[in-house]
């Protein structure tokens, strides 16, 4: 057989099976789906995974948030997102956006490129980490419950500008249980649903606006030798 191939995922198919994991652990707990998102008890007691906060080797560069190693199952967190709930758990999110999305075909080419890693430039995202960002929103941010949260939120107006939009999101995760999401992630949520028109421009936290957001994705660079994803 011919070795698997990451083939690129519409933000549907991300969008579904972000939905479909949230089903299945609250199917297995027989908990009602609730905010927030439990990512932890997603990432370690349905998934198996550990996670590591580390400042060590690659991680002292506090730009490199986060990585996966898929064979021992740990996800690694730089410790200078510890204390940063959003970053953290999107950051955890994403990791286990590849967990879902890309274990397979990574683990069936992993004899041929044993040695190799996925790396990413922050001008330059490749597809699986774009598509990684996408499943962690829509994990953390499941769309039923934020265009109910929407609804609910009677100051909500026709947003036009990016304080507009920063300020629906805030309210969004103050009064409505988006507590462990940023409010970057949030305004990029809601101008993927729609919600907030797509010409303001994704966020990423530091600029105003962004064609891509990074969010808390992971940052690989340099990564030989370290872990394989």
Same mark, same amino acid.
């Given at each position: 057989?011919?070795?698997?191939?990451?083939?690129?995922?519409? @933000?549907?198919?991300?969008?579904?099976?972000?939905?479909?994991?949230?089903?299945?652990?609250? /199917?297995? !707990?027989?908990?009602?789906?609730?905010?927030?998102?439990?990512?932890?008890?997603?990432?370690?007691?349905?998934?198996?995974?550990?996670?590591?906060?580390?400042?060590?080797?690659?991680?002292?560069?506090?730009?490199?948030?986060?990585?996966?190693?898929?064979? /021992?199952?740990?996800?690694?967190?730089?410790?200078?997102?510890?204390?940063?709930?959003?970053?953290?758990?999107?950051?955890?999110?994403?990791?286990?956006?590849?967990?879902?999305?890309?274990?397979?075909?990574?683990?069936?080419?992993?004899?041929?490129?044993?040695?190799?890693?996925?790396?990413?430039?922050?001008?330059?995202? @490749?597809? +699986?980490?774009?598509?990684?960002?996408?499943?962690?929103?829509?994990?953390?941010?499941? /769309?039923?419950?934020?265009?109910?949260?929407?609804?609910?939120?009677?100051?909500?107006?026709? +947003?036009?500008?990016?304080?507009?939009?920063?300020?629906?999101?805030?309210?969004?995760?103050?009064?409505?249980?988006?507590?462990?999401?940023?409010? !970057?992630?949030?305004?990029?949520?809601?101008?993927?649903?729609?919600?907030?028109?797509? /010409?303001?421009?994704?966020?990423?936290?530091?600029?105003?606006?962004?064609?891509?957001?990074?969010?808390?994705?992971?940052?690989?660079?340099?990564?030989?030798?370290?872990?394989?994803?």
């Amino acid at each position: 057989m011919g070795k698997s191939r990451f083939l690129a995922l519409t @933000p549907t198919e991300v969008e579904e099976a972000a939905n479909g994991l949230n089903r299945d652990y609250h /199917s297995a !707990t027989a908990e009602p789906l609730t905010l927030p998102i439990p990512i932890e008890a997603i990432a370690e007691q349905y998934l198996g995974y550990a996670i590591e906060f580390t400042d060590r080797g690659i991680f002292e560069d506090p730009r490199l948030l986060g990585g996966i190693d898929l064979n /021992s199952k740990i996800i690694f967190v730089n410790a200078s997102v510890e204390d940063h709930d959003g970053r953290y758990s999107f950051t955890v999110a994403h990791e286990v956006g590849h967990h879902v999305l890309h274990r397979e075909a990574h683990l069936d080419n992993e004899s041929e490129n044993r040695k190799s890693i996925l790396c990413r430039e922050v001008a330059n995202k @490749p597809q +699986i980490e774009i598509e990684a960002d996408r499943f962690a929103a829509a994990l953390l941010m499941p /769309s039923t419950l934020v265009l109910a949260a929407v609804k609910r939120q009677r100051t909500y107006r026709r +947003i036009r500008s990016i304080g507009q939009a920063r300020g629906l999101a805030s309210a969004l995760i103050s009064r409505e249980g988006f507590e462990n999401v940023s409010n !970057t992630a949030m305004v990029n949520r809601l101008i993927d649903l729609g919600i907030v028109p797509s /010409s303001l421009g994704y966020q990423d936290g530091v600029t105003k606006a962004r064609r891509r957001y990074r969010s808390a994705s992971i940052r690989f660079s340099k990564l030989r030798s370290v872990f394989r994803i």
